[in-house]
């Protein structure tokens, strides 16, 4: 029994209903993308740079441990607003704490057998990867060129094409002259004097200096901005008159 688990801020505890066990895929299921053409063997499989995924089913077969089934009968309108959400809601497993999924239930949840038979089995549909409660935050002091490593524990990348509730972005806090930032083969510039403090949203592809949107100031990759991979990352930074402190932040994410 792996026992309570939080769904929507909320332990399924507060409802006396524990998880017996998890069904949980290794891997979300790979998006395929190929093309039958007639008159050649096999098909053409449109590769791409990235691996594409699927949504990840996550069934819980839950049980009842309280006193009655009618004290659970009277709680029932209860657990059905708690694991109806119409946005995505963090779901933590206690026997991974450090990590959520985003998820939706998507399926019925038959409390008749609940009732009947003390178990039953929520179905959730979350988004494909793994997400840590702690976010990292790395702030370096520059003024000059330099290289900093930066290091994702996570196992999958962050970028534009990540999912729902993504976050990498990178801070500028400061002044400068011209200002550039390279990481894994992606460079971003703003061509422009600065002071305040400049953000890169990389997940949204956006830029605001002190809230204000300054993306025509802004050269490079700029259909894709940066990358932040599994591992070590080296954030090259790159411009003259700096005088900032840069702040990158992100959430790590696990296949």
């Not at 004097?193 to 200096?209: F, K, P, V």
Request: with cysteine; hydrophobic share 35%.
């Amino acid at each position: 029994m792996i026992g309570a688990f939080i769904f929507n801020e909320i332990e399924s505890s507060d409802y006396n209903l524990v998880c017996k066990s998890v069904k949980r895929p290794l891997l979300p299921a790979v998006k395929i993308r190929r093309l039958d053409l007639p008159g050649i063997s096999g098909v053409y499989d449109f590769d791409t740079e990235d691996v594409e995924y699927s949504m990840r089913p996550l069934t819980m077969k839950i049980q009842y441990i309280g006193t009655s089934y009618e004290e659970l009968r009277s709680r029932a309108r209860s657990i059905a607003a708690w694991l109806s959400t119409n946005s995505w809601a963090k779901l933590r497993i206690h026997d991974e704490d450090d990590k959520y999924y985003l998820a939706k239930v998507t399926g019925e949840l038959n409390l008749t057998s609940l009732w009947e038979s003390g178990t039953a089995d929520i179905n959730f549909d979350c988004q494909p990867f793994a997400y840590s409660v702690t976010e990292v935050s790395h702030s370096v002091d520059v003024t000059e060129p330099k290289n900093e490593k930066i290091i994702h524990p996570g196992t999958r990348h962050i970028n534009y094409k990540s999912p729902s509730g993504s976050k990498f972005s990178i801070e500028v806090e400061g002044s400068w002259s011209s200002l550039s930032l390279g990481l894994n083969n992606k460079t971003l510039s703003y061509d422009a004097a600065g002071n305040g403090i400049l953000i890169l949203d990389n997940i949204e592809m956006e830029c605001t200096l002190d809230s204000v949107n300054v993306f025509n100031n802004l050269d490079g990759d700029i259909d894709t901005f940066l990358k932040v991979i599994p591992g070590d990352n080296i954030l090259a930074i790159g411009g003259t008159d700096l005088d900032a402190t840069i702040t990158v932040n992100f959430i790590p994410l696990w296949l």
